[in-house]
């Protein structure tokens, strides 16, 4: 929206008028839904076409919202806390009261993730085929929707979490928690990636720009503030301000509005990315007052710009002009595709399944270069790890080749100069010569299985051993074929 003189303001536009303004087919995009059994939470489909909405109370409904067609509707009769879309409208999650349960799109209850306890929020990460979750009990759990199974089971420390988001660009979880802090998780770190002290009271709510490339998060808590974090350094809040009427929610779109709802109105602002030092609030863009309280969930719906607003009298569908995404890829994301257009697209996705283990802070680092080895093999084109042992330590300035080649030098210095070492030399090379690298790699050898590499070892070391002995013998001047006795230790030498 733009307007013509400076004292007009955009946010003084009702939608009233902004419906008389736009096109028909946007103006459907305008509604009220009055529903019993709130408050509401909504979910979008990828390519923003279904509509999944679940009501405190059970009320579960999917429906494609173009054409107002039902998919199914679901009365549960007990406490229902989060819904989603799994790889399309043709399955979806709902955090029931005790367990997770996946239906299919006509209804029809299909698992029940007894593994998955009291849950509280779901995220599904389309590219791996995860759906993760937390619950009062403070675990982050993924389950691999394609396989079945468990893949990482997280205790985040930090007590019941009611708050979560996924990062579009890098797939990892942001939680908020009870304490303030916001910590940032991926299924191959036990430990949280980032932590980060975001406010003084507990999180109400957490979203990641998708129009950044994931840098920017947005966080509101109950003391009433409102923050914009870079997720790049962490050195402190972009901005932040004090939102009208204390805790709500946050939600980027696919342009970079924000949408911040708090006391009875929802805002809509433009990208907010620069540095500002002051807590003075940005510029409005858009207001729109819902006098039903509490405001429980705010949705974009992707390539549309349409704001999904959850309270508990329902749902409320209002316009926001230049939120959504225009132009849309049809190989990602085709609002407009049929049935086998998306069964192709279904086993395209899991073919290309991303493993969970490649999940990291920056994905750049798939499909680089690895870093070269600060280890240098002496300029041979042998590489490092097809090395001998004693060449590897060597390289690596942990071989001690004086030692090792202590008692051949003894030996050849003894047969050329032809003089005897006295008793203190020969107990030194004695004693230094327990800690040689080979017999420290005997050592370690041992097994309870007979290694014919060890006992070949073993064998030249005992030849090598018994040739020193008749050199010793034959310098006393004692016969070759003089048996040995127990005496002989009491001989003196000549």
């Not at 067609?69 to 406490?79: F, K, N, R």
């Not at 990482?152 to 797939?171: D, F, I, P, S, V």
């Not at 018994?466 to 050199?471: F, I, Q």
């Amino acid at each position: 929206m733009e307007v013509e003189g400076e004292m007009d303001k955009t946010w003084r536009i009702s939608q009233d008028e902004i419906v008389k303004e736009v096109g028909a087919e946007a103006a459907r995009g305008r509604r009220e839904m009055v529903l019993d059994g709130g408050p509401y939470r909504s979910r979008y489909t990828r390519n923003g076409r279904h509509m999944a909405i679940v009501g405190l109370k059970g009320h579960v409904a999917t429906f494609d919202w173009r054409t107002g067609t039902m998919h199914s509707e679901l009365q549960l009769q007990e406490t229902c806390r989060d819904i989603t879309f799994l790889q399309d409208h043709s399955h979806f999650a709902v955090a029931q009261s005790k367990y997770v349960f996946i239906y299919d799109r006509d209804g029809v209850e299909l698992h029940r993730l007894k593994s998955h306890v009291e849950p509280t929020r779901l995220e599904f990460l389309p590219f791996h085929w995860l759906l993760a979750t937390v619950g009062n009990a403070g675990y982050l759990k993924y389950q691999d929707t394609s396989t079945g199974q468990l893949v990482a089971e997280h205790r985040t420390k930090l007590g019941a979490c009611t708050t979560m988001t996924q990062n579009q660009h890098n797939a990892v979880i942001h939680l908020g928690h009870q304490n303030g802090t916001v910590t940032l998780w991926t299924p191959n770190l036990p430990h949280p990636a980032v932590r980060l002290l975001a406010h003084l009271g507990p999180v109400c709510s957490v979203a990641v720009d998708p129009s950044a490339g994931g840098r920017y998060m947005a966080t509101a808590g109950e003391d009433g503030i409102v923050k914009v974090w870079d997720c790049r350094n962490w050195k402190g809040a972009v901005r932040q301000w004090a939102a009208r009427g204390g805790n709500g929610e946050v939600g980027w779109s696919q342009r970079g509005y924000l949408s911040v709802a708090s006391g009875g109105s929802v805002y809509a602002r433009p990208s907010i990315h620069e540095t500002f030092p002051g807590t003075s609030p940005p510029p409005l863009y858009l207001t729109h007052p819902i006098p039903h309280r509490p405001l429980r969930s705010i949705r974009f719906c992707p390539y549309q710009d349409i704001l999904s607003i959850g309270h508990s009298a329902g749902l409320s569908n209002i316009l926001v002009p230049g939120s959504g995404e225009p132009n849309f890829d049809s190989a990602e994301a085709d609002p407009f595709e049929n049935k086998k257009a998306r069964r192709e697209r279904e086993v395209k996705t899991l073919l290309d399944k991303i493993q969970p283990d490649m999940i990291a802070l920056d994905p750049e680092f798939i499909g680089s270069l690895a870093p070269p080895s600060k280890l240098t093999t002496g300029g041979t084109d042998v590489p490092f790890a097809r090395l001998p042992r004693l060449e590897r330590l060597r390289v690596q300035g942990k071989a001690d080749e004086t030692e090792e080649a202590s008692d051949h030098e003894g030996d050849a210095a003894n047969g050329e100069n032809g003089k005897k070492a006295d008793r203190e030399e020969r107990e030194k090379r004695k004693m230094r010569g327990k800690g040689k690298s080979l017999k420290r790699y005997l050592r370690k050898q041992r097994k309870n299985v007979i290694d014919p590499k060890a006992v070949a070892i073993r064998a030249k070391l005992e030849k090598e051993r018994n040739e020193r002995k008749k050199a010793r013998e034959a310098a006393n001047g004692v016969p070759k074929d003089h048996k040995p006795s127990a005496l002989d230790r009491f001989k003196r030498p000549p």
